[in-house]
């Protein structure tokens, strides 16, 4: 993002009561994080591995977590937690906005707690709980019975507590599973846009405290998500699975129902869970293998052309 106006070097360490290096009066005029900088824009970096490109990117300042030498032409600030001070840096130049209008539905019984935004045209059911500090982004439908706990974002156009995907085989016809329980979204849980989270049959879906899910994702009826989890774009999880502490799930992977996937483990895009997984692993390929193993064997996969070459000439 560009700058409202252009800000010193030291107007901007001044901000975040930090030292800084270089010329006090060297120019900041946009921040952007590393991927997408240009002349002028401040970033940051706190790993190591990225410390060269950041010093070597497009960026003319960079909020760095230690004392190095500045590169010409360039500003340094110093900071004890750059994704913090960047974070606050952002904020305050482009704070959150709320709209004037301030109509959505409920249902009886709900109890919405101490600044909590509602944006417009949310609609929450009956013997809803939402706790403290949360966000409610527009167009967003919560049901019966869910309980959202405190520091909680919706993002636009999510369901919260939809019908379970429950269905008996008749002769002619599916009968459909009266679904009577909860969903429950814990502490510091962010859902994204258009992400759906079925409650269950007669028990609860959980999301964990701290977990975070991002845009289209679906998680079935009676899942358990555990604390910390990362679930990226496009992720589907069937019901009655567990997933377990600090999973990573990147985009578009395929989780089975009635399995464990067990903590700490990482799914690659497009990966296909169908069977339980050991934590603390990473997993790649559909079925999903582990990592190393799968690569091994797109390896071997992509010399067969040339091993049939060679077989079909001996």
């Known amino acids: 993002m560009k700058l409202p106006r252009q800000h010193t070097l030291s107007e901007i360490a001044a901000l975040i009561n930090a030292p800084f290096i270089g010329d006090a009066n060297h120019l ?21 591995k990225y410390y060269q490109k950041a010093l070597t990117s497009a960026a003319t300042t960079i909020l760095i977590d230690k004392e190095t030498e500045c590169p010409t032409g360039k500003g340094l600030i110093v900071s004890d937690n750059p994704f913090r001070d960047y974070n606050f840096l952002t904020t305050y130049f482009a704070p959150l906005t709320v ?5 959505f539905v409920q249902g ?3 109890t919405i707690g101490a600044g909590t935004i509602i944006h417009p045209g949310v609609v929450m059911g009956s013997n809803v709980a939402i706790g403290n500090n949360c966000i409610i982004y527009p167009n967003v439908v919560i049901y019966d019975q869910s309980i959202i706990g405190n520091n909680v974002i919706i993002q636009a156009n999510s369901t919260i507590g939809g019908d379970a995907f429950y269905y008996k085989r008749r002769t002619d016809h599916y009968e459909k599973m009266h679904t009577c329980g909860r969903t429950i979204l814990h502490d510091w849980v962010e859902i994204g846009s258009n992400s ?17 899910i991002d845009n289209l994702c679906q998680v079935g009826h ?3 998500v555990g604390q910390n989890c990362i679930i990226a774009s496009q992720c589907g999880i069937a019901g009655v699975t567990t997933i377990e502490d600090e999973v990573i799930m990147w985009g578009q992977v395929g989780v089975t129902k009635d399995i464990t996937v067990g903590k700490g483990a990482i799914i690659s895009a497009q990966s296909g869970v169908s069977k339980s997984l050991e934590g603390g692993k990473a997993y790649f390929g559909s079925p999903a293998k582990e990592h190393r193993t799968a690569m ?7 010399k067969l052309p040339e091993m049939m070459r060679r077989k079909g000439k001996e």
């Open 222 to 224: 009676d899942t358990i």
């Open 28 to 48: 900041v005029v946009g921040i952007n994080e590393i991927h997408r900088v240009e002349k002028g824009d401040l970033t940051f970096v706190d790993f190591g």
């Open 99 to 103: 709209p004037k209008a301030t109509l």
């Open 296 to 302: 091994i064997e797109l390896a071997y996969i992509a």
């Open 196 to 212: 759906t989270i079925d409650r269950g049959v007669s028990g609860d879906t959980i999301i964990g405290q701290g977990t975070k």
């Open 108 to 110: 009886e019984n709900v």
